[in-house]
């Protein structure tokens, strides 16, 4: 079964304080792997799109890294706006995605 | 238009009750996408819409929920005989071809069934 897990469920850094969230996946077939982010009462909004293992993205503070099973998405010198949740999807044969739980995100300053 | 948009932004309804939720996706975008989202739940595929018709109905989670799409544009998710774990935002998205990932989400409906 296509299976997409996040971890940490939230994450709490200071303001500066560089990490990484976690996207693990079990797909057949993986077309591709996304990424999104979501603040409070809104719809998700497009971040990135991975195909192959070893590519890598990145936009501002952000970074997303794929390998055969898992995504990393590194956040350097988060500054506070970059509080929200981010969510990991892929798209395997057949085309729906398939979303993680996410991964909230709180920056303070 | 600009984005997708969703109407109504809110829907408080009583049990056993039909509520329609509307999406009106980007202009010229032919795959229209409905989800689910309940509290601290990832995002649960309902349908998928390529043009009028709906090859993956898949995720709808039983025979009260239905959804049409009319003119290849804006699209009607229907529920009937709501039931409190209808409960959820109902998320729409839209893209310019099928199934490409970069989808274009609404704001969602939040629907609250008492």
């Known amino acids: 079964e296509d299976q997409v897990t996040q971890s940490p469920e939230a994450l709490r850094l200071q303001e500066g304080e560089s990490s990484s969230l976690n996207c693990s996946y079990t797909?057949?077939?993986?077309?591709?792997l996304f990424w999104y982010r979501q603040d409070p009462g809104k719809g998700p909004e497009f971040l990135f799109t991975?195909?192959?293992a070893g590519e890598e993205k990145e936009k501002e503070r952000l970074k997303a890294t794929l390998t055969k099973k898992e995504s990393f998405l590194h956040i350097t010198a988060p500054k506070p706006e970059d509080s929200a949740t981010y969510l990991c999807?892929?798209?395997?044969?057949?085309?729906?995605?398939?979303f993680g739980q996410g991964t909230e995100l709180s920056v303070k300053p | 238009g600009a984005g997708v948009s969703q109407s109504p932004s809110n829907k408080v309804t009583e049990k056993g009750k039909d509520v329609e939720l509307r999406c009106d996706p980007i202009?010229?975008?032919?795959?229209l996408y409905w989800y689910r989202q309940s509290l601290g739940q990832g995002l649960e595929f309902l349908i998928y819409?390529?043009?009028?018709?709906?090859?993956?109905k898949s995720g709808l989670p039983s025979d009260r929920f239905s959804a049409e799409r009319t003119g290849g544009s804006v699209s009607t998710l229907t529920i009937q005989r709501t039931q409190q774990e209808d409960s959820a935002v109902y998320l729409c998205?839209?893209?310019?071809?099928?199934?490409?990932?970069?989808?274009?989400f609404g704001s969602g409906t939040r629907l609250t069934v008492v």
């Open positions: 998205a839209s893209s310019l071809a099928e199934y490409r990932g970069g989808y274009t």
């Open positions: 797909v057949s077939g993986l077309r591709g």
């Open positions: 991975l195909y192959s």
């Open positions: 999807a892929v798209q395997a044969i057949g085309g729906k995605l398939i």
């Open positions: 202009s010229g975008h032919t795959a």
């Open positions: 819409f390529q043009g009028n018709s709906a090859p993956d």
